[in-house]
């Protein structure tokens, strides 16, 4: 009986020592083992506000974080059906490490049939890192950055 509690206690507090949290993107919160979809809100501003839609495959165990970013400019239908079909593959339980994956950056240019310019007639793949305080591009490009 000794024995039996000792492990029980010994795996309670590995598990407690060991437990990682949740990987947050937006509006989604994945925690170890859990795949997750929603939103990074970009507020309204000068110019009109956007929901990007993003997915976060948080692996059960530790490892690396890849960001995929699909459909920057309007016209990247192939990268944004590849990146709903790499979701539907992920198995988070079976992973280490995680997988965040925006699968439509520019949802203002592929909503309006635009090939490259937004709602503030810039280049969303030239705004790297972005600007907190600046236009839809430049905001958003800081927005999707994980916490």
């Given at each position: 009986?000794?024995?039996g509690i000792v492990v029980?206690?010994?795996?309670f507090v590995a598990t407690?020592?060991?437990?990682?949290?949740?990987?947050?993107?937006?509006?989604?919160?994945?925690?170890?083992?859990?795949?997750?979809?929603?939103?990074?809100?970009?507020?309204?501003?000068?110019?009109?506000?956007?929901?990007?839609?993003?997915?976060?495959?948080?692996?059960?165990?530790?490892?690396?974080?890849?960001?995929?970013?699909?459909?920057?400019?309007?016209?990247?239908?192939?990268?944004?059906?590849?990146?709903?079909?790499?979701?539907?593959?992920?198995?988070?339980?079976?992973?280490?490490?995680?997988?965040?994956?925006?699968?439509?950056?520019?949802?203002?240019?592929?909503?309006?049939?635009?090939?490259?310019?937004?709602?503030?007639?810039?280049?969303?793949?030239?705004?790297?890192?972005?600007?907190?305080?600046?236009?839809?591009?430049?905001?958003?490009?800081?927005?999707?950055?994980?916490?």
């Open positions: 009986m000794k024995h029980c206690l010994v795996s407690g020592l060991f437990a990682r949290d949740p990987l947050s993107v937006g509006s989604v919160a994945a925690n170890p083992g859990q795949k997750v979809s929603g939103w990074i809100d970009v507020p309204r501003g000068s110019d009109e506000g956007t929901k990007i839609p993003v997915s976060v495959a948080h692996g059960a165990k530790s490892g690396p974080v890849l960001a995929l970013i699909a459909g920057t400019h309007g016209y990247e239908y192939r990268s944004i059906i590849a990146l709903q079909r790499v979701l539907a593959a992920l198995d988070p339980a079976l992973m280490s490490g995680s997988v965040i994956l925006v699968q439509m950056a520019n949802p203002t240019t592929f909503y309006g049939r635009r090939v490259y310019y937004g709602a503030d007639g810039k280049n969303l793949n030239r705004m790297y890192p972005g600007d907190p305080k600046g236009r839809s591009a430049s905001g958003s490009r800081t927005r999707s950055r994980p916490r």
